[in-house]
């Protein structure tokens, strides 16, 4: 796989997560859980093949991205309805997660690609 097939599957990943995340007014998913499942896993299998793809380019880029997205994703499992502090963190790191996202992604489609697959066999 090249950077440019794991760039589009990125891509992918980010639509299937906002698609996801429908809820009402009062919270509940509105989203099917296989969608969601899908989301997680397409998610989980782009933040693992991006961070090994980019370990050895920007090691400080794959440490943020991996911390911002697990807050994005764990974080809003603890949102309260009414106004606090933590809905402000949960905010913000969708949006840090989005700017780091599209860091990312242009990483991928700039870097070179290896023949190593990515450090795998």
Known sequence: MNNTVLAFIGIAAYVLRVLASASDEVGNPQAPIWLILLAFLVTLFFVVFASIRLWSLAKYTVV????????STVAPF????E?????????GAGVVSFLV??????LLFTKPNRDTNGGLA
């Open 78 to 81: 603890f949102l309260t309805t």
């Open 83 to 91: 106004s606090s502090n933590l809905n402000i963190l949960v905010n």
């Open 101 to 106: 996202t599209i860091y990312v992604l242009y």
């Open 64 to 71: 943020v991205f991996i911390i911002v997205e697990l807050l």
